[in-house]
């Protein structure tokens, strides 16, 4: 069946998304052709919206407002601005947020080190990480890339990047999920929560 060009582009844009397969982007673009016209309208003014009202955080690099130099956590005196944690994506400020357990700043990558994908420290905000560190107020990095080749890879490159600034170093600990059982762990993760155990009191 040979679809209208209008439609044929929607499917199209929405395959181009992750996670989005051409079943997903069929289902989503006849849904809307089936839809008020004020849902396709206020949907596209949505999409229109988030490129033009937001920025990058020019300290983070979070996600901000548009116009904005600095994201509400960096221009908060409530948080603790001796502490940064590195995350690789915005998504990932949000997930630590959620918990609310963590009262330091951030500093978002936008990205890892992936010689295979032509990723290198040029490609991310590590340079900017540094120059932060180097400024001499911060006491503590936290590095929360994700337990990946790649996170690991980053997380040991800017390891070894910060040691020369004498700053503590930290690491996200690993182990077993809560609610999770130990004959369904893979071994990698029994490994890391032998080795991070900590004393009961």
């Known amino acids: 069946m040979i679809l209208p060009e209008p439609i044929q582009r929607l499917i199209e844009a929405f395959s181009k998304l992750p996670g989005i397969g051409p079943k997903t982007a069929s289902r989503l673009s006849f849904y809307l052709l089936r839809s008020s016209e004020d849902l396709a309208r206020e949907l596209?003014?949505?999409?229109?919206?988030?490129?033009?009202?937001?920025?990058?955080?020019?300290t983070c690099f979070n996600i901000t407002v548009s116009g904005r130099q600095e994201c509400e956590?960096?221009?908060?005196?409530?948080?603790?601005?001796?502490?940064?944690?590195?995350?690789?994506e915005p998504l990932d400020v949000l997930a630590l947020e959620r918990t609310s357990g963590y009262s330091g700043k951030y500093h978002v990558l936008h990205g890892v080190l992936s010689p295979i994908e032509g990723v290198s420290p040029e490609d991310l905000k590590i340079s900017e990480l540094l120059d932060r560190v180097g400024e001499g107020e911060i006491r503590e990095v936290i590095l929360a890339t994700n337990p990946s080749l790649e996170g690991d890879a980053t997380a040991m490159y800017l390891s070894q990047k910060l040691q020369s600034l004498g700053v503590k170093t930290t690491r996200l600990a690993r182990g077993l999920p809560v609610g999770g059982d130990l004959e369904y762990a893979d071994p990698n993760t029994l490994l890391r929560a032998l080795a991070g155990r900590h004393e009961m009191n």
């Open 44 to 58: 596209g003014e949505a999409l229109y919206g988030l490129r033009s009202g937001t920025a990058f955080c020019q």
């Open 73 to 88: 956590v960096c221009t908060s005196t409530d948080r603790d601005g001796s502490v940064i944690c590195v995350v690789e």
